[in-house]
């Protein structure tokens, strides 16, 4: 089994080359097909650097990080662009969706970018609404409620069928039940399309639904227990 993400000694630094600080340090971590992974921290514990870091959009220091088998150091930037958009789903904290389309074309458009012809990318992203509870409501997406517009970034993050869902405080600024629902369309993924899942939250109810769980802190990841729920 190839695993959707591998990191190896993972270090990153902030700053100038001159005068930099090392924020993360030496992080080795596995993310498998079907598997689903929290990593726990306080607000700035660097825990959307390191998402970041898995998406290619800031260097490392040393060490590697490996998706589907390839290293994002070694791809050129129109390569590790194709890479991210075919196997990588984002969901961020605000959802980051397009407030004056609506939640169908706001899911169909990662496909349309992805070169699927639009007829086909409308029809995905039906489907992926389907799966989240949603259907497409006909208004702009400014319209929803906090929980739908995350279950529509959900949706979105799934259309081209990734390999790997990163998730960052994905249930910031919901209520208790709102959150309980979109972190059980969350957490079904895995399961539901193999593709693993790695999600950065501060919240320990959101962390006992993964499969595993690690804390940040001082830039160094250790493996955490967490009651599952």
């Known amino acids: 089994?190839?695993?959707?993400?591998?990191?190896?000694?993972?270090?990153?630094?902030?700053?100038?080359?001159?005068?930099?600080?090392?924020?993360?340090?030496?992080?080795?971590?596995?993310?498998?097909?079907?598997?689903?992974?929290?990593?726990?921290?306080?607000?700035?514990?660097?825990?959307?650097?390191?998402?970041?870091?898995c998406l290619g959009l800031i260097p490392v220091a040393h060490g590697t990080v490996t998706l589907r088998g390839t290293d994002l150091a070694s791809c050129s930037p129109a390569r590790l662009s194709a890479l991210r958009a075919r196997h990588i789903g984002m969901v961020f904290q605000s959802g980051e969706l397009l407030r004056e389309l609506t939640p169908l074309e706001n899911?169909?458009?990662?496909?349309?970018?992805n070169g699927v012809d639009a007829a086909t990318a409308r029809s995905r992203a039906a489907a992926r609404l389907a799966a989240v509870g949603l259907s497409d409501l006909g208004s702009p997406t400014d319209r929803l409620s906090g929980g739908e517009?995350?279950?529509?970034?959900?949706?979105?993050?799934?259309?081209?069928?990734?390999?790997?869902?990163?998730?960052d405080e994905p249930t910031g600024g919901l209520d208790s039940t709102t959150r309980d629902l979109v972190v059980a369309g969350l957490f079904a993924v895995p399961a539901a399309t193999s593709c693993g899942l790695l999600?950065?939250?501060?919240?320990?109810?959101?962390?006992?639904?993964?499969?595993?769980?690690?804390?940040l802190s001082d830039g160094k990841l250790r493996p955490l227990n967490v009651s599952r729920r």
Request: net charge positive; hydrophobic share 50%; charged share 20%.
């Open 1 to 53: 089994m190839t695993s959707a993400l591998v990191l190896t000694s993972v270090a990153v630094d902030v700053g100038t080359r001159r005068k930099h600080r090392r924020i993360l340090h030496n992080i080795d971590l596995v993310v498998d097909a079907g598997e689903s992974v929290a990593i726990m921290g306080a607000s700035g514990s660097g825990k959307s650097t390191l998402l970041a870091a």
């Open 107 to 113: 899911v169909a458009l990662p496909a349309v970018l």
């Open 149 to 167: 517009r995350q279950r529509v970034a959900l949706a979105r993050a799934l259309v081209n069928d990734p390999s790997l869902v990163l998730a």
């Open 199 to 215: 999600v950065a939250t501060h919240d320990k109810h959101v962390a006992a639904r993964a499969d595993r769980v690690f804390q």
